[in-house]
Antibody, heavy 118, light 108 residues
Framework: EVQLVESGGGLVQPGGSLRLSCAASGFTVSSNYMSWVRQAPGKGLEWVSVVYSGGTPYYADSVKGRFTISRDNSKNTLYLQMNSLRAEDTAVYYC????????????WGQGTLVTVSS | DIQMTQSPSTLSASVGDRVTITCRAS??????LAWYQQKPGKAPKLLIYKASSLESGVPSRFSGSGSGTEFTLTISSLQPDDFATYYC??????????FGQGTKLEIK
């Protein structure tokens, strides 16, 4: 059974850093396209980042230069390193397995809440 | 970047109604469009991919159509479990994706 479990969310001050983790089971992270999608409180879905099976990452303009997507193949885990956090980064962050280039997420985690506030 | 625009933002309907949600892309995305259903506090659920292909396990009352820049999601006969928020997503480009702003389907 495919399962994705996020962790690492919490309260952080503006300008701070946080690393989110997404532990996968039932499939191999390194063989799949993996994405991060976020949702600000009461708002819609926003695509954040993707990493392809070959390792190439892409980012939304809103996080480029501040966020880094990576994976640990030995732990079958996806990460999102978030630096220089801003209030507008406050959201529930979901990791997802993508079936196709650029999106089409067929399995999602339960989400982890990141709150950026002083 | 490709912008996705959904309409309406909110839709009030009754059980048994046929409803249609529209999604427009700012440029052609061929058929690289997905639809998701999201309920409060839950992750999105994939309903439709490649504009009109029904995801496994999704009831046949859901259908999708369109290509290029205009797409629709139709629910043929609303059931109580269908009241939720629906999002379209384009996945035309390797360099990233984008979602519509969502359509909240409410009970009339």
């Amino acid at each position: 059974e495919v399962q994705l479990v996020e962790s690492g969310g919490g309260l952080v001050q503006p300008g701070g850093s946080l690393r989110l983790s997404c532990a996968a089971s039932g499939f191999t992270v390194s063989s799949n396209y993996m994405s991060w999608v976020r949702q600000a409180p009461g708002k819609g879905l926003e695509w954040v980042s993707v990493v392809y099976s070959g390792g190439t990452p892409y980012y939304a303009d809103s996080v480029k230069g501040r966020f880094t997507i990576s994976r640990d193949n030995s732990k079958n885990t996806l990460y999102l390193q978030m630096n220089s956090l801003r209030a507008e980064d406050t959201a529930v962050y979901y990791c997802a397995r993508d079936r196709a280039h650029g999106g089409l997420s067929d399995y999602w985690g339960q989400g982890t809440l990141v709150t950026v506030s002083s | 970047d490709i912008q996705m625009t959904q309409s309406p933002s909110t839709l009030s309907a009754s059980v048994g109604d046929r409803v249609t949600i529209t999604c427009r892309a700012s440029q052609s995305i061929s058929s690289w469009l997905a639809w998701y259903q999201q309920k409060p506090g839950k992750a999105p659920k994939l309903l439709i991919y490649k504009a009109s292909s029904l995801e496994s396990g999704v009831p046949s009352r859901f259908s999708g159509s369109g290509s290029g820049t205009e797409f629709t999601l139709t629910i043929s006969s609303l059931q109580p479990d269908d009241f939720a928020t629906y999002y379209c997503q384009q996945y035309n480009s390797y360099s990233g994706s984008s979602f519509g702003q969502g359509t909240k389907l409410e009970i009339k």
